[in-house]
């Protein structure tokens, strides 16, 4: 199965050397969950976009320091393109921005939120229970920093897990039991130092150096990134099943 990433983001400077760039950072996620997976990207943010839906076997969305309020020459393509997707049931995965967008583009709302940022280990609780989620327990921890949020459903649309600071944390379209997008607002693809690194370049600046200093705090914590790989992988290769039907 080839993971087309539409990279809509850019890793800073000081930190891309040592960590890589955001498909990295999902290729080694995705990959540790099924080894057979290929990927290629598709640099969004640089104004470039999939010549077809097809081009892929399924596409991933990356996060951004972006909004999709913004105005960029880049994000009403992006929506067009993933609308196109949905129509023509070619899945797809959203991660913090490509969350926001997913449901921007498929009729929900994204603002910057009210309850301002998230940062750090947060915590979840699934909402619903269907069956490809059951690498996940029923309440997870993932890293996030976002200050964004979908704060209403697209038609068809479920929500898959929640939490009080965030309440549309995670996105099904579809049948829940047989979903054609899936979403998710935190950070599966976020290892610990990466965002503890960013959490200091940006402390003071981007948000609060107090919110910061406890965010880093919480990295000790443990989290269920891979499990969340594995979810992933699995509604992916249900799709995949489906279609061999």
Known sequence: MKIGILETGEVHPDLKARHGDYPAMFEALLGAADPTLEFATVRVVAGELPASPTQADAWLVTGSRHGVYDDLPWIEPLKSFLRTCYRARVPLVGICFGHQILAEALGGRTVKSDKGWALGVQDYRLAIR????????????????????????????????????????????????????????????????????????????????????????????????????????????????????
């Open 130 to 245: 269907p069956g490809w989620t059951a690498a996940l327990p029923d309440r997870f921890s993932v890293r996030a920093l976002h200050q964004d949020q979908v704060v209403a459903l697209p038609p068809n649309a479920t929500v898959l897990a929640t939490s009080p600071h965030c309440e549309y944390a995670a996105i099904a379209y579809g049948d829940p039991e047989s979903p054609d997008a899936i979403s998710l607002q935190p950070h599966p693809e976020f290892g610990p130092e990466f965002l503890d690194e960013l959490l200091r370049l940006r402390a003071g600046t981007s948000f609060p150096a107090e919110a910061a200093a406890a965010a880093r705090a919480s990295l000790a914590r443990p989290v269920d990134s891979a499990a969340w790989a594995e979810l992933i992988v699995a509604f992916l290769r249900r799709i995949e099943a489906r279609r061999a039907a």
